[in-house]
């Protein structure tokens, strides 16, 4: 199986998508989950999202994280293809 190389911040943010059930998690909340001390951080979420996308699409995870319009962002969990084993550590968290 490929193995995707994440810097914490990017793990932190795929776990909080993993453990969101599909909702549509705003800008906002994602900064207080991710614990940015700062208002303004939408735009470093937006950088971070995008880091995460393109990782996930180097090991053929392509489409996962979804932007929803004036809204934020939702995790496409219907496509999401995650080992049981690893399915296990998410849902314990």
Excluded: C, H
């Excluded at 969101?20 to 207080?32: A, N, P, Q, V, Y």
């Excluded at 979420?45 to 053929?60: A, E, F, P, T």
């Excluded at 809204?71 to 998410?90: F, N, Q, V, W």
């Amino acid at each position: 199986a490929p193995v995707v190389s994440l810097t914490n911040s990017e793990f932190a943010l795929l776990t909080i998508f993993l453990q969101s059930d599909g909702k549509i998690l705003s800008r906002r909340t994602l900064s207080e989950r991710m614990q940015f001390a700062q208002e303004g951080q939408s735009r470093s979420i937006d950088v971070l999202v995008s880091k995460v996308r393109r990782k996930l699409q180097l090991v053929g995870q392509r489409g996962l994280i979804w932007s929803v319009r004036n809204e934020g962002y939702r995790l496409a969990s219907e496509k999401l293809a995650i080992p049981d084993r690893m399915r296990e550590t998410y849902e314990s968290s």
